[in-house]
């Protein structure tokens, strides 16, 4: 029974179709117990008509002018369940899949290897910031949908290069620019210098798989011409006028296009992504696919520092459009994609064909151990069938799996894949079995039990689900009763999706302005009015280049704001409910609260 067993497990090791399956599976098991809030969703509930905006609301602007297949997908979801809960739980899962097979394909292409690739993904996958610098790299659990899966799908296209599957690849570069614009515009230009570099092979795929390209080209194409109709309402600006608005933004309240940070320490996994990649294309005999991508890595990261580059230019000197697509996040790739490549490649059988080589793998393993965090297995969770683990058991099996991986390492630097096959097939009982024996015990037995327990408990999904709106939250549906827009301050991020109501403009989400330039003159001035901010006008240190309008800047303001001048404002930009943080006092009665939020209401007042 157990020969058999190994000799199954030996069968499928080089299986890309069990990569795929397994990493799906671990991908739906984060998702699922990791769901949140999704911007997709607010924005899909827009486009579907069910929070309806009046036509002169800035915020209404944001939504139908920000472009991503994934709210499009959120919309037809909203028109057929007509449940904001589903959606949320549904992208959130979507995204824990994509990051999942990007990092596992990542790893298989290089190492070949089915079980090498599900230990890097069990490692990687639950980190809660990779270090981007001037971008955070999630992979799931967090509202910021577009930025997770324009980088985690650009990670799976690359990753299906070189795993040899062109179809898939192409079409997913198609599908590129409507997942997400900024990175789809980045990865053409990669995508164009990585294939005059490798000429010939590129133009076998133009030749042989174009009709896939077009199809999924053509899919990005619909997609944008759909977004068009949309944006057909957006008022006109000069141009002059916009680009004054938007570079005095950029300079005082842009979060995402500040200066770059070249003396960040998370520089150096990109640098270290670009080393391994050079030294692998001029030391290792790779096939040509894999060839492709690791030159893929290597350009991005060229690009990456030349986007970081471009942001310390005078706003006056680079083009808007330019601004416009945050070249400074460019450098996550190859930030994201380190720790895979490293795993990917030191598990490699190129790489331990080389009489050095083991001396290589101790020297890279320990210097980046030591140097970086990103070897420390991170998902215990998924190894861990019970809940309410002491705090020191945890950080035992942290050692303990890190203690395995390196027994792992030691073994497999041992004439390599002869070790493996006669590990697999059973062999001799001997010192290698048991710990083969150890491992399944230790890993895969708890993965399977945490596994079937996810099972048995997603028909009760709305249970572990952790957003709160309107169908399960009594402040949000007390809002939700009443009607017109709200005012917010940025602790009451989403609120629109939350409450099914309209908002002005989404203080937590004021980076979003840079998509609507067009409504700067009534944003602003209404902005002035109702927030006492001006965009044209430099805030303190203190509340500058945050991406969001602090409260604190507002909060005597709107304090000390007497009945009569709320109602005046309120007449004016036609806003019926103020949501502020509890702490605050205004001179209005309490409609509702909760632990954290106060709702106002101006509604029959």
């Known amino acids: 029974m157990i020969k058999a067993f190994y000799q199954y497990l030996y069968k499928i090791r080089n299986s890309f179709s069990a990569t795929v399956i397994i990493s799906m599976l671990i991908g739906c098991w984060c998702g699922l117990n990791h769901i949140s809030y999704q911007v997709c969703t607010e924005t899909g509930m827009v486009l579907a008509g069910m929070i309806k905006y009046p036509i002169e609301t800035p915020f209404l602007y944001y939504h139908m002018k920000v472009f991503s297949l994934i709210n499009q997908v959120s919309a037809l979801l909203i028109l057929i369940t007509e449940s904001p809960t589903f959606v949320n739980g549904f992208v959130s899962v979507l995204l824990a899949v994509i990051s999942s097979l990007a990092l596992s394909l990542l790893i298989f292409c290089?190492?070949?290897?089915?079980?090498?690739?599900?230990?890097?993904?069990?490692?990687?996958?639950?980190?809660?910031?990779?270090?981007?610098?001037?971008?955070?790299?999630?992979?799931?659990?967090?509202?910021?949908?577009?930025?997770?899966?324009?980088?985690?799908?650009?990670?799976?296209?690359?990753?299906?290069?070189?795993?040899?599957?062109?179809?898939?690849?192409?079409?997913?570069?198609?599908?590129?620019?409507?997942?997400?614009?900024?990175?789809?515009?980045?990865?053409?230009?990669?995508?164009?210098?990585?294939?005059?570099?490798?000429?010939?092979?590129?133009?076998?795929?133009?030749?042989?798989?174009?009709?896939?390209?077009?199809?999924?080209?053509?899919?990005?194409?619909?997609?944008?011409?759909?977004?068009?109709?949309?944006?057909?309402?957006?008022?006109?600006?000069?141009?002059?006028?916009?680009?004054?608005?938007?570079?005095?933004?950029?300079?005082?309240?842009?979060?995402?296009?500040?200066?770059?940070?070249?003396?960040?320490?998370?520089?150096?996994?990109?640098?270290?992504?670009?080393?391994?990649?050079?030294?692998?294309?001029?030391?290792?005999?790779?096939r040509t696919r894999v060839r492709f991508l690791l030159t893929i890595f290597i350009v991005a990261t060229v690009c990456g520092f030349i986007g970081g580059w471009i942001t310390l230019l005078k706003n006056g000197n680079v083009p808007l459009f330019i601004l416009m697509l945050m070249p400074g996040r460019y450098i996550n790739l190859s930030i994201l994609a380190c720790p895979a490549l490293l795993i990917g490649i030191l598990f490699s059988r190129e790489l331990y064909h080389k009489k050095w080589s083991s001396l290589i793998f101790f020297i890279v393993f320990v210097a980046c151990f030591f140097r970086f965090s990103f070897l420390i297995p991170l998902h215990l969770d998924l190894l861990l069938f019970a809940s309410g683990v002491p705090l020191r058991l945890f950080f035992a099996l942290k050692i303990l799996c890190l203690a395995v991986m390196l027994l792992l390492c030691l073994i497999y630097t041992r004439k390599s894949y002869k070790y493996l096959k006669t590990l697999m097939t059973g062999g001799k009982f001997n010192v290698r079995l048991i710990l083969a024996t150890a491992i399944i015990i230790l890993f895969v037995i708890p993965a399977s039990m945490a596994f079937a327990r996810l099972i048995i408990r997603v028909k009760y999904i709305?249970?572990?689900?952790?957003?709160?709106?309107?169908?399960?939250?009594?402040?949000?549906?007390?809002?939700?009763?009443?009607?017109?827009?709200?005012?917010?301050?940025?602790?009451?991020?989403?609120?629109?999706?939350?409450?099914?109501?309209?908002?002005?403009?989404?203080?937590?989400?004021?980076?979003?302005?840079?998509?609507?330039?067009?409504?700067?003159?009534?944003?602003?001035?209404?902005?002035?009015?109702?927030?006492?901010?001006?965009?044209?006008?430099?805030?303190?240190?203190?509340?500058?280049?945050?991406?969001?309008?602090?409260?604190?800047?507002?909060?005597?303001?709107?304090?000390?704001?007497?009945?009569?001048?709320?109602?005046?404002?309120?007449?004016k930009y036609s806003f019926t409910g103020i949501i502020v943080p509890k702490s605050w006092k205004l001179t209005l009665p309490v409609s509702a609260e909760n632990e954290e939020l106060a709702y106002y209401s101006l509604k029959n007042k």
Request: net charge positive.
């Open 110 to 286: 290089l190492s070949r290897n089915l079980y090498i690739a599900l230990f890097g993904l069990c490692m990687f996958i639950n980190m809660p910031l990779a270090g981007g610098v001037m971008y955070p790299i999630l992979l799931y659990n967090s509202a910021h949908t577009y930025g997770i899966i324009g980088l985690s799908f650009l990670v799976l296209t690359i990753s299906l290069y070189g795993c040899g599957k062109y179809r898939s690849a192409l079409f997913c570069t198609g599908l590129m620019p409507s997942i997400h614009p900024s990175w789809g515009c980045f990865f053409a230009v990669v995508l164009i210098i990585s294939a005059s570099l490798n000429f010939y092979f590129c133009l076998r795929l133009a030749k042989k798989y174009w009709k896939v390209f077009s199809f999924g080209f053509g899919l990005s194409i619909i997609a944008l011409t759909l977004q068009f109709y949309w944006m057909r309402e957006l008022p006109v600006i000069a141009d002059n006028l916009k680009g004054n608005y938007l570079n005095a933004f950029i300079e005082y309240w842009d979060f995402h296009r500040r200066p770059y940070e070249f003396a960040n320490k998370y520089n150096l996994r990109a640098v270290c992504t670009a080393c391994i990649g050079i030294a692998s294309l001029y030391l290792l005999n790779y």
């Open 462 to 571: 709305i249970k572990i689900n952790t957003t709160r709106d309107s169908s399960n939250n009594l402040f949000f549906q007390k809002i939700s009763e009443d009607k017109g827009i709200l005012l917010n301050t940025n602790e009451g991020f989403l609120i629109s999706l939350k409450t099914k109501r309209p908002v002005w403009f989404d203080m937590a989400a004021l980076d979003g302005f840079t998509m609507v330039p067009e409504c700067a003159e009534k944003f602003n001035s209404g902005l002035k009015e109702i927030y006492g901010v001006s965009l044209l006008e430099m805030p303190a240190k203190e509340f500058r280049n945050k991406g969001v309008l602090l409260s604190e800047l507002h909060r005597i303001l709107w304090e000390t704001r007497s009945l009569d001048c709320w109602r005046t404002l309120a007449n």
